[in-house]
């Protein structure tokens, strides 16, 4: 199997993010195209998943993959990009969660490879807590939440806290600012006793 | 100015996503060193858009913007990942839609600067049509193309046509597939007589 087969499908940029060349560097790649699992008919989903089984990906992806795998709790600290994460945190999620590691159908949602970890979406914003209310112009930041905690951590598996958004810190004053850091700080304490949310479609859009 | 300052801040990896060092390839990057606004206390947002101020973006970003300034219609076609589009995908929007370029405060939303323009979605899923639907596993389909249709389309003054969506080309049968192809060439004749749908919370969430 040679990786230049591929690219008329894939496109040379896109193979070039999910394959590694024999003997080139994976730091971005995906998988090797050593141990492609059917190379005549290439299979994202189905690649990742037997990469995954048969401990193929790429190296720094099995190391994500164990730092989850050891975590009771995930953190996820960003500052939201256009009502989401930002592509490189994206790219995490697309690369690390792969099937067989976090989810199997039909193992997912509440019985999600990951079940027993909890997630917690931390992030600042550029809107006021105003522009980000129900009827205010972005609308209830809890709509952006539910394709990131919902379709990614629930359907793993995972049970989600309420999120920690700190709205505007770029406008506001430096005490305020710092009045954020020790809420933050202070909320991190009792973390371990809040009961998840009630993950479902009422949570986000009533 | 030295791109090194700023690594202990940004931390090498981000840096190298940002900022392309004197001499080497902007091929990833989305300014040069060279021209920063203010390098001392470096600002994301402002430095792009002093950037696309003054010309200084890097070459494919420019490039990108320009096809989007020429084009009438935005048409993005993608696999749906985790509820969202692909990462490489998220990075276009991170990189290309700068303020200056597709939205100056306060000129969003309906006064946006990529007014006048439409953009549809176009994407296939994994599951199935009815995991998507109101009652199903997945909640709505509409409820993820909140923070991409609404949160950078609408955000940037472009118009939404309804999105086009392939449920699970992957488990249907061949014959369907075509359906699919057809449904979607037939839809393309008539584009531009459709109307943009009314992009609000209740088209979304009702």
Tied chains: 1, 2.
Excluded at 120 to 133: I, Q, R
Excluded at 180 to 202: D, F, G, H, V, Y
Aim: charged fraction near 25%; hydrophobic fraction near 40%.
């Amino acid at each position: 199997m040679h990786h230049q087969s591929l690219e008329p499908c894939l496109g040379p940029l896109f193979a070039r993010h999910i394959l590694a060349r024999n003997g080139e560097s994976s730091d971005h790649a995906l998988l090797s195209t050593d141990c492609l699992h059917n190379s005549d008919e290439f299979n994202y989903g189905v690649e990742t998943w037997e990469a995954y089984k048969r401990g193929c990906l790429s190296d720094d992806l099995i190391e994500e993959q164990k730092k989850v795998q050891e975590a009771n709790l995930l953190i996820f600290q960003f500052p939201l990009y256009w009502f989401s994460m930002p592509a490189i945190m994206k790219g995490w999620m697309d690369r690390v969660l792969v099937q067989g590691f976090a989810h199997e159908f039909p193992n997912c949602y509440d019985s999600g490879l990951l079940k027993n970890k909890l997630a917690l979406f931390s992030f600042t914003t550029g809107g006021s807590k105003e522009m980000y209310a129900k009827g205010g112009i972005n609308g209830d930041i809890r709509y952006l939440l539910w394709p990131m905690q919902h379709g990614i951590m629930h359907f793993c598996g995972v049970k989600v806290l309420e999120p920690h958004i700190c709205f505007a810190p770029e406008y506001v004053s430096e005490e305020k600012r710092k009045e954020m850091l020790l809420a933050w700080a202070q909320r991190l304490k009792t973390l371990w006793k809040e009961e998840p949310i009630n993950c479902s479609p009422e949570w986000y859009f009533k």
